[in-house]
């Protein structure tokens, strides 16, 4: 069968769709990407077939005053070019696979007639029961609930994307869409690629949905000689280790917050791991005998369960890293389902829950370090909750997904 894989996004949405799109090649399968420019060379090193589009999510992302207005552009351009570029690459294929933020993804599987998987890396599926995950409050209280949280994201989504896509399917004939929000996931089998354990779920939701499990990439090619370096280091002494990274989250306080980190390890006799990301946090520093920065990939199963605790910016990925790999986590949310991470990574007993970056300071940061380090009821949920996401195989069970909806 061949299937197209679509979706924007950074490390923590691309690497699972690289899994994916290598699982199935093993599987028989026929299978392309259309990816940002940013992880060509993974799918070329694999020797699966790429596309890219001219709009690419970096430059997005790259932005640390992002407002809506920018979103609101960034959207219709890449809706624009969804419509041209993938109407004639879907009609060639026989299953189309799309993350949930590919706004167009529906709409072009209805025009080209063709069977649409929708992934989320979090319960983004409207619900009665459970708050949006890209909202920054994600716990119901008594005045927001989920039914008008969700009313208020669906209008949201509704202003950024459809006037755009009405316009679209009222050149291709098609009938325009009520409501965005409801429209996507009833034209679509939706694939939720999170732990079942590590997220929530909604049994009375309305929609053909199914979860796998997160997606683990561990098959990214790494220099050697870095990781032999880590190990090193690590090896080295018995000092506990802390790892932080931010990903591929930019912003104005980074700097500081490294130095902050590197400040408080160095007074209570910890050791520092700086994963640099790619806008090269901590790359000011000076290593150092408690110092050291991780400044190019490495996958994180080889990396975290070496450490101690992290801290980190609460990305879908890098939350199922650590709780695979049983450590302590604290979340320093930025945008989208971050807070929901956080949120969830607190309940669960994982960690102390989230650092509003509003608020953040020297003496709260050392005093939440502290804490992740030392507090032995994390320790105990963290090691317990890595060995049940360990036995998961969401890949497999992701593939098994889209093979059983192949054939139905």
Not at 44 to 51: F, L, N, S
Not at 173 to 195: C, E, R, W
Not at 263 to 282: A, F, M, P, R
Request: glycine share 6%; hydrophobic share 40%.
């Amino acid at each position: 069968m061949k299937i197209l894989l679509v979706s924007r996004g950074s490390q923590g949405d691309i690497y699972p769709y690289l899994a994916l799109a290598k699982k199935l090649k093993t599987r028989g399968h026929d299978v392309s990407l259309n990816l940002p420019f940013a992880f060509e060379k993974y799918a070329k090193d694999a020797g699966i077939p790429y596309t890219v589009e001219s709009d690419d999510i970096v430059g997005m992302i790259s932005n640390e005053k992002l407002n809506f207005k920018d979103l609101l552009a960034w959207t219709s351009r890449v809706i624009q070019q969804q419509f041209e570029h993938l109407i004639p690459m879907v009609a060639e294929h026989d299953l189309f696979i799309a993350s949930n933020t590919e706004f167009a993804a529906p709409s072009i599987a209805e025009y080209t007639k063709k069977r649409l998987i929708r992934s989320a890396y979090a319960p983004l599926l409207p619900s009665k029961k459970i708050m949006p995950a890209v909202f920054p409050l994600v716990k119901p209280g008594f005045f927001i609930r989920p039914s008008l949280a969700w009313a208020l994201l669906n209008s949201g989504m509704n202003m950024m994307a459809k006037k755009q896509l009405n316009a679209r399917r009222e050149k291709l004939g098609m009938t325009l869409i009520k409501d965005q929000a409801v429209h996507a996931p009833f034209h679509a089998d939706n694939l939720l690629m999170y732990s079942p354990i590590l997220g929530e779920t909604d049994k009375d939701w309305p929609y053909r949905w199914g979860i796998s499990g997160y997606c683990f990439n561990d098959d990214l090619p790494f220099e050697e000689t870095l990781l032999e370096k880590f190990l090193a280091f690590i090896r080295k002494d018995d000092k506990p280790t802390l790892f932080f990274s931010l990903g591929s989250i930019n912003g104005p306080l980074h700097r500081r917050l490294a130095d902050w980190l590197l400040e408080t390890c160095q007074k209570h006799n910890y050791k520092l791991v700086v994963g640099c990301g790619w806008w090269k946090v901590g790359a000011h520093l000076d290593e150092s005998g408690d110092l050291f920065l991780l400044d190019s990939i490495i996958p994180h199963h080889l990396v975290l369960c070496h450490c101690s605790a992290i801290i980190h910016h609460g990305g879908s990925g890098t939350t199922h890293s650590a709780a695979r790999a049983g450590r302590p986590q604290m979340v320093i949310p930025h945008i989208i389902d971050q807070h929901y991470w956080a949120y969830r990574t607190k309940l669960l007993g994982l960690g102390p829950g989230a650092m509003n970056m509003k608020n953040i300071n020297k003496d709260k940061l050392e005093k939440y370090v502290l804490d992740l380090m030392n507090n032995p009821l994390y320790k105990k949920n963290a090691a317990e909750f890595g060995e049940r996401i360990r036995a998961e195989q969401g890949l497999d069970h992701a593939v098994d997904f889209i093979e059983k909806e192949l054939k139905t």
